[in-house]
């Protein structure tokens, strides 16, 4: 692979990082630009282009190629203007596909939720069942950072990469499909067209569900042919990986859905058994996924990576039984919060903490369908907790699952989740358990 004229990088996160390293090992005199339309563009050995220069930049043929960052979206008006004057747009992923692809077993999971635990899982399978298995993409190593290490590569998928994916998987599995990133796609059809562009396409590779995809309209007709799908798991095979799972860390029924579609691909892809269970026995929480503290005698739960109200319910069902106190809302993506609104008393839910911007529909129809829940508005975070602690003796547990992205209060769903975590331990570490 060479590249005949200078490339640009549009946005300068992860990925961007470690295609300009792979661009400098390829070609270290190769001339490469950036692009960012907020924060900084510190990425070494790159010339800026401000976003507002693009298109004469574009015009003038600066550069030959885009390598676009999965948080750009594909729908800006610049790519159209881009391809009208022949320069094309790739990714980081699909450069890995034209450079390392051959030669390799590649396995490609996505889904609304759950992808990130399901591809964690297949890939501690694969390895304790001996095979030489990498773990990339959302999780583990960006793509072009894996390289050629590993014979199998398992690659997290999410809808921004599986939008304009160019190689086939030798496996793909999708664990389920709800709205979501309606923002980047620009409406909810075309999110689940390209989310599904992952499976619905001409290639006889094997197909995984999860139990959320299974039943799917949607899915099913990306499938096509349903010969395709993965065998079911034997009732003796599922009798041993819910028993693994059950004395597991692995907490909730979504997440025995995800044990049990990661055992379908890691025995279809070289696993075995026993490496299936070794595997369930090594998993560990991801982070901001049902991340458990306990403090002053209270359990509080990081679910700050829920950015959905299926998220949301997912992590109020792993903790039937508490009397649970949850934080809710955040940037707008016009979710729909009715019946999770109408799910929350079943759940064990007491009181209700709504946060800008989506809070105010999440908690105009708690009121309207569970008038016994003590609702309140906070304009923050910290304002929120302050607010819980008030009312410290209505519940046991507190649950940050927003339901939202952070954009609108956070840089990132990371820095939500550890801003939960500290203001828990200073507003109520020093309660007397």
């Not at 949607?218 to 693994?244: G, N, Q």
């Not at 954009?407 to 990371?414: G, L, M, P």
Request: charged share 20%; glycine share 8%; hydrophobic share 45%.
């Amino acid at each position: 692979m060479r590249f005949e004229e200078p490339v640009l990088l549009y946005g300068a996160g992860r990925e961007a990082l470690s295609t300009r390293a792979f661009l400098k090992a390829r070609q270290p005199d190769l001339k490469v630009f950036v692009t960012v339309d907020s924060g900084t563009a510190d990425i070494p050995d790159t010339e800026q282009i401000a976003p507002e220069d693009l298109p004469a930049a574009i015009q003038d043929h600066r550069f030959g190629l885009i390598v676009k960052s999965p948080g750009v979206s594909r729908y800006k008006p610049i790519f159209d203007i881009a391809r009208a004057a022949g320069i094309p747009t790739t990714s980081n992923l699909n450069l890995w596909g034209a450079a390392y692809r051959a030669g390799r077993t590649v396995i490609a999971i996505t889904g609304t939720k759950g992808k990130s635990t399901t591809a964690t899982l297949v890939h501690l399978m694969l390895t304790s069942s001996g095979v030489d298995a990498g773990l990339a993409g959302n999780v583990g190593l960006a793509p072009l950072e894996a390289a050629d290490r590993n014979a199998v590569v398992i690659f997290e998928l999410s809808s921004y990469q599986t939008a304009d994916m160019s190689f086939l998987p030798d496996l793909a599995a999708v664990t389920n499909l709800y709205p979501e990133h309606v923002d980047w796609h620009g409406s909810v059809e075309r999110y689940f067209a390209d989310k599904l562009h992952l499976i619905d396409r001409d290639g006889d590779f094997p197909v995984a569900l999860g139990a959320g995809a299974k039943t799917n309209a949607l899915v099913a007709s990306a499938v096509r042919d349903h010969r395709r799908l993965v065998r079911d798991l034997t009732r003796d095979e599922l009798a041993v990986i819910d028993a693994a799972a059950a004395t597991s860390r692995l907490k909730g029924s979504h997440n025995l859905d995800n044990a049990r579609l990661a055992a379908q691909i890691a025995l279809a892809t070289g696993g075995t058994l026993d490496g299936v269970v070794a595997g369930i026995a090594a998993f560990a929480p991801l982070p901001h996924r049902l991340e458990e503290h306990r403090i002053g005698g209270l359990t509080f739960v990081n679910d700050s990576i829920s950015t959905t109200p299926e998220a949301t319910k997912a992590a109020l069902a792993a903790y039937r039984g508490h009397r649970i106190a949850l934080i809710a809302g955040g940037h707008e993506r016009q979710q729909d919060y009715a019946e999770l609104a109408g799910l929350l008393e079943g759940y064990g839910v007491s009181t209700l903490v709504c946060l800008p911007v989506t809070g105010e529909r999440l908690a105009a129809a708690a009121k309207a369908t569970a008038p016994s829940i003590d609702t309140i508005s906070a304009p923050d975070l910290e304002a929120a907790m302050h607010a819980l602690h008030a009312r410290r003796n209505s519940f046991n547990a507190v649950i940050l699952s927003p339901g939202a992205p952070s954009y609108n209060q956070f840089k990132n769903f990371e820095e939500r989740g550890r801003r939960f975590v500290a203001l828990a331990n200073t507003i109520f570490g020093q309660e007397t358990p």
